[in-house]
């Protein structure tokens, strides 16, 4: 069992997701509830950017409940695959005390936006930004669902914020997106060009 585990996780530090997956599951036929192989797996199949992942983090919940590194990460992968209820039930096995950081309010946000709750997107992002306020893909979200308030003082934060990000490398291409679309939707049709 903990040649294979072994074998596994080294597997995984080196790029070798199946070889990794493999060995997880000899390491688990000698000890099914082994948690570190469960976990494993999981970050194996994530890796792959495989649904997989999802039953996986559901298994290690049943072993080791309420982890918040696992809660989060099944999160993650549901919301990836488009399953935000999955993704929703996985951040209700957290405690309170760990609903705090970025990663929670981020998953909840993109929970509410599927619900078309925007309101409460809003609030989410806005404490996702507080716990991470240098990360420009919160800022990029969060102004995302700014720029449809009705409230035109929140709107023109969404869209200092959008202009503020179309100047950098990495997050231009999606702030300008939104900028036309909002600029056609007003039938701003100079602005969207500009």
């Given at each position: 069992q903990d040649m294979h585990a072994?074998?596994?996780?080294?597997?995984?530090?080196?790029?070798?997701?199946?070889?990794?997956?493999?060995?997880?599951?000899?390491?688990?036929?000698?000890?099914?509830?082994d948690i570190e192989s469960n976990r494993t797996i999981?970050?194996?199949?994530?890796?792959?950017?495989?649904?997989?992942?999802i039953p996986w983090r559901a298994r290690l919940n049943i072993l080791k409940?309420?982890?918040p590194e696992n809660s989060l990460s099944w999160a993650r992968s549901a919301i990836k695959a488009g399953d935000f209820e999955i993704a929703s039930d996985a951040l209700d096995t957290l405690k309170p005390a760990d609903r705090t950081?970025?990663?929670?309010?981020?998953?909840?946000?993109?929970?509410?936006m599927s619900r078309q709750d925007f309101a409460k997107a809003e609030e989410h992002w806005t404490?996702?930004?507080?716990?991470?306020?240098?990360?420009?893909?919160?800022?990029?979200?969060?102004?995302?669902?700014?720029?449809?308030?009705?409230?035109a003082d929140?709107?023109?934060?969404?869209?200092?914020?959008?202009?503020?990000?179309?100047?950098?490398?990495k997050h231009a291409i999606p702030a300008l997106r939104l900028l036309i679309e909002?600029?056609?939707?007003?039938?701003?049709?100079?602005?969207?060009l500009e």
């Open positions: 072994t074998r596994a996780r080294q597997h995984l530090a080196g790029g070798q997701y199946e070889r990794a997956i493999l060995d997880g599951r000899r390491a688990l036929d000698f000890d099914p509830r999981a970050k194996a199949y994530e890796a792959q950017g495989s649904i997989e992942a409940p309420g982890d950081g970025a990663d929670y309010h981020d998953f909840t946000a993109q929970i509410a404490l996702a930004l507080r716990s991470d306020p240098n990360s420009d893909a919160l800022k990029l979200k969060l102004a995302s669902v700014q720029i449809r308030s009705p409230n929140t709107r023109k934060a969404g869209v200092a914020a959008l202009e503020s990000l179309s100047t950098g490398p909002d600029a056609m939707n007003r039938e701003l049709h100079d602005r969207a």
